[in-house]
Nanobody
Framework: QVQLVESGGGLVEGGGSLKLSCAAS????????WAWYRQAPGKQRELVAS???????TYADSVKGRFTISRDSAKNAVYLQLNSLKPEDTAVYYC???????????RGQGTQVTVSS
């Protein structure tokens, strides 16, 4: 069973930055697709960013130009750099991995991001 552990969340002022990390218990290239989702209270879960084995990335329109997904095979980690944060980015952020974006077999416990205005 693959385990994912997120870290890096916290409280930040609007306009600030955070870098979320997702540590995987396996070689990250053994999993074809990675994604970060977020869920705010009372809202549906939202796909924020994804990266496939080929390195293709996608982003939600709401975060394009501000967030960057990346991975480091040496550290078996996937990252999400959050810049120019806005209060509406406040949510629990989850790391997910699986054979495709449509099939996310693994999910971490989440890390809270809170952006103050």
């Amino acid at each position: 069973q693959v385990q994912l552990v997120e870290s890096g969340g916290g409280l930040v002022e609007g306009g600030g930055s955070l870098k979320l990390s997702c540590a995987a218990s396996t070689d990250i290239f053994s999993i074809n697709a990675w994604a970060w989702y977020r869920q705010a209270p009372g809202k549906q879960r939202e796909l924020v960013a994804s990266i496939t084995g080929s390195g293709r990335t996608t982003y939600a329109d709401s975060v394009k130009g501000r967030f960057t997904i990346s991975r480091d095979s040496a550290k078996n980690a996937v990252y999400l750099q959050l810049n120019s944060l806005k209060p509406e980015d406040t949510a629990v952020y989850y790391c997910n991995g699986g054979p495709s974006i449509a099939i996310m077999s693994y999910r971490g416990q989440g890390t809270q991001v809170t952006v103050s205005s």
